[in-house]
């Protein structure tokens, strides 16, 4: 009985404690993927929309996450049958939560549209979605989705360990995000990050912050454009396939 409820204690501990199992090196190996993925998340954003340099940028910055995060420890990922949810709640919940994010960035980017300063910052970020190849930015998004969940809601998380680890892994992502000088992204990365923290907290796990990042990414890729676009036009008149 002893070892079981040490097993469970293990499985549910949110981190492990600061200084305890994650080493000096690993937290190194956190700070230069932190500074790195910072770096051509910049770069990545001051590219013109649907150039090579764009793609190439954006696809480096998601295997700095992943690369940094895997290299600081294996990702927890909890399954369903040493976890005390059900597969439907570590599927299915995390989908729904995509999608009502997706619902609640809509009203607010009907309200940012009258706020100058946020409606210039999601124009000039949905530009690379309506510019772009459709395949590859939608590419993009989901490998960056991923990656970013393996890295800030893995190996930040887990580095900070006992040190408040959900406001602390977020302002690292805010932090990250402010690269950009997107202060549309800011506010996404704040919001986001928060909700993909707590669900990495109360899950133990990344699965249930991956999924709920690609719902939600997806969602916004195909749908939110539509609302920054001038009526009857769009930005890039080269015909796409169907």
């Given at each position: 009985m002893t070892a079981l409820r040490g097993g469970r204690a293990a499985r549910e501990a949110p981190a492990p404690p600061a200084g305890g199992t994650v080493s000096r090196g690993r937290k190194g190996l956190?700070?230069?993927?932190?500074?790195?993925?910072?770096?051509?998340?910049?770069?990545?954003?001051?590219?013109?929309?649907?150039?090579?340099?764009?793609?190439?940028?954006?696809?480096?910055?998601?295997?700095?996450?992943?690369?940094?995060?895997?290299?600081?420890?294996?990702?927890?990922?909890?399954?369903?049958?040493?976890?005390?949810?059900?597969?439907?709640?570590?599927?299915?919940?995390?989908?729904?939560?995509?999608?009502?994010a997706f619902g609640a960035f809509v009203g607010a980017a009907l309200v940012a549209r009258r706020i100058p300063v946020l409606n210039e910052s999601l124009t000039s970020v949905l530009s690379y979605a309506d510019r772009g190849s459709d395949p590859w930015v939608?590419?993009?998004?989901?490998?960056?989705?991923?990656?970013?969940?393996?890295?800030?809601?893995?190996?930040?998380?887990?580095?900070?360990?006992?040190?408040?680890?959900?406001?602390?892994?977020?302002?690292?992502?805010?932090?990250?995000?402010?690269?950009?000088r997107n202060p549309a992204l800011m506010l996404a990365a704040g919001v986001m990050g928060t909700v993909f923290a707590a669900q990495r907290r109360a899950t133990g796990g990344l699965l249930a912050p991956i999924l709920t990042h690609v719902t939600w990414s997806a969602l916004m890729l195909r749908y939110l454009p539509a609302l920054f676009r001038t009526p009857g036009t769009r930005p890039d008149p080269t015909p796409r396939p169907a």
């Amino acid at each position: 009985m002893t070892a079981l409820r040490g097993g469970r204690a293990a499985r549910e501990a949110p981190a492990p404690p600061a200084g305890g199992t994650v080493s000096r090196g690993r937290k190194g190996l956190v700070a230069a993927a932190v500074v790195a993925g910072t770096g051509l998340l910049g770069a990545s954003l001051s590219t013109e929309p649907d150039s090579t340099e764009f793609y190439a940028l954006t696809f480096a910055v998601a295997g700095t996450w992943l690369v940094g995060g895997l290299a600081a420890g294996p990702a927890p990922l909890p399954s369903a049958r040493h976890h005390p949810h059900s597969l439907g709640r570590l599927v299915g919940l995390p989908v729904v939560t995509g999608a009502a994010a997706f619902g609640a960035f809509v009203g607010a980017a009907l309200v940012a549209r009258r706020i100058p300063v946020l409606n210039e910052s999601l124009t000039s970020v949905l530009s690379y979605a309506d510019r772009g190849s459709d395949p590859w930015v939608m590419a993009t998004t989901l490998a960056n989705g991923v990656a970013e969940e393996v890295f800030f809601r893995g190996a930040v998380f887990t580095a900070l360990g006992s040190h408040h680890p959900v406001p602390a892994s977020t302002a690292v992502y805010v932090a990250t995000t402010s690269a950009t000088r997107n202060p549309a992204l800011m506010l996404a990365a704040g919001v986001m990050g928060t909700v993909f923290a707590a669900q990495r907290r109360a899950t133990g796990g990344l699965l249930a912050p991956i999924l709920t990042h690609v719902t939600w990414s997806a969602l916004m890729l195909r749908y939110l454009p539509a609302l920054f676009r001038t009526p009857g036009t769009r930005p890039d008149p080269t015909p796409r396939p169907a």
